[in-house]
């Protein structure tokens, strides 16, 4: 198998109009997604600071992300599709359904929190409705899951795709290479796609794994390998709709590989300046997803000062919301934990 480029692979021949209409996108639909953007961040950063302001316990950021992971909603049919998130995709899950009140409610740990009833840690994205499949703290495990998925619907005849997100340090994994296999030999329906931000934790993508691409892999898995630019909302809408066009032919799964950076410490545990350099970080700030979506959506007509004004008002409305309605609610009684866990006691 080739290893290909999203830029390499042909676009409409309307070749005058702005990308986003060369990809089938209305200006609504590519605004939409901008929003979707600038929501995920503001909650992500009002996240951050909670935690800095001791309200919360953790909090693990997909700031940087957010390019990727919006086209990825976009190129699923939303609750139709299956995803397999992992502990970034705030703005995959955002967009795909999930609300901030329900983000929130995670974060603090508080009762009706509806992913895992306040037992799991924040980030644990899943709402069995929305077809989003809750995930486990240790990495990979949901590659090899997000497989068996895909074989279940390869033996129904359903339409539906699978997609699962990781971090390049999952790559490292056992599971991952056993996800990746099952997957090629029997040309399973799913797409793996990898938000390459250039450190797992600390160490950087040269100490993790000796090619250069983690799309190089695919090869070895009979899938085709493809790299975007993974901070261009745009190329990555144009890979990943490929992709899930190629699973629902039944051409089989695709590793996509997503170039981008992590805009924030690992975690808010994680204190990043020993490992990499603050000049390093502000190069990278000039790639940031979010201000080359405003600047695309700015030229192409789509947004003005005053649009983006009352995006940025209602973004903060919103988290405003979310963060007070998780404050005031209430803790789980802690008998609640033993809830679905141990079945009725038998009589003696």
């Not at 129904?156 to 997609?163: K, R």
Request: glycine content about 6%; hydrophobic content about 40%.
């Amino acid at each position: 198998m080739t290893l290909a480029l999203a830029t390499d692979i042909p676009t409409t021949p309307q070749l005058l109009a702005p990308l986003h209409k060369q990809l089938g996108l209305h200006d609504d639909l590519a605004l939409e997604m901008f929003w979707h953007m600038l929501l995920a961040r503001r909650l992500d950063e009002r996240m951050w600071i909670l935690h800095r302001q001791h309200e919360v316990a953790f909090h693990i950021s997909g700031i940087g992300h957010e390019a990727t992971q919006v086209a990825a909603a976009y190129a699923l049919k939303r609750g139709h599709d299956f995803i397999f998130p992992y502990y970034r995709d705030l703005c995959l899950t955002l967009a795909l359904g999930l609300t901030p009140r329900a983000m929130m409610l995670a974060m603090y740990g508080k009762a009706g929190e509806p992913m895992s009833g306040a037992r799991q840690m924040p980030a644990h994205y899943s709402a069995r409705a929305l077809n989003i499949v809750s995930i486990s703290s240790p990495v990979a495990t949901q590659i090899p899951q997000a497989s068996g998925m895909a074989l279940a619907i390869k033996y129904q005849n359903a339409d539906q795709v699978v997609m699962t997100c990781f971090g390049e340090g999952s790559t490292a994994e056992g599971d991952f290479h056993e996800g990746l296999n099952w997957a090629g030999i029997f040309k399973l329906p799913v797409i793996f796609l990898c938000q390459n931000n250039q450190y797992a934790i600390s160490s950087p993508v040269e100490r993790e794994m000796p090619v250069k691409n983690v799309a190089d892999r695919a090869s070895a898995y009979g899938m085709p390998g493809v790299i975007f630019d993974g901070n261009d909302f745009l190329e990555a809408y144009r890979a990943l709709t490929q992709a899930v066009a190629r699973a629902r032919r039944g051409e089989g799964p695709t590793l996509l590989e997503a170039k981008m950076y992590r805009l924030s410490p690992h975690s808010s545990d994680d204190d990043d300046r020993t490992y990499r350099s603050r000049q390093e970080v502000e190069y990278w700030k000039q790639r940031d997803p979010l201000l080359l979506a405003r600047k695309y959506c700015m030229e192409n007509g789509l947004l003005d000062d005053a649009r983006l004004e009352e995006f940025e008002q209602r973004a903060r409305q919103i988290v405003d919301d979310a963060n007070e309605f998780a404050r005031n609610a209430p803790y789980p009684p802690p008998e609640e934990a033993l809830n679905g866990v141990w079945g009725a006691l038998p009589k003696i």
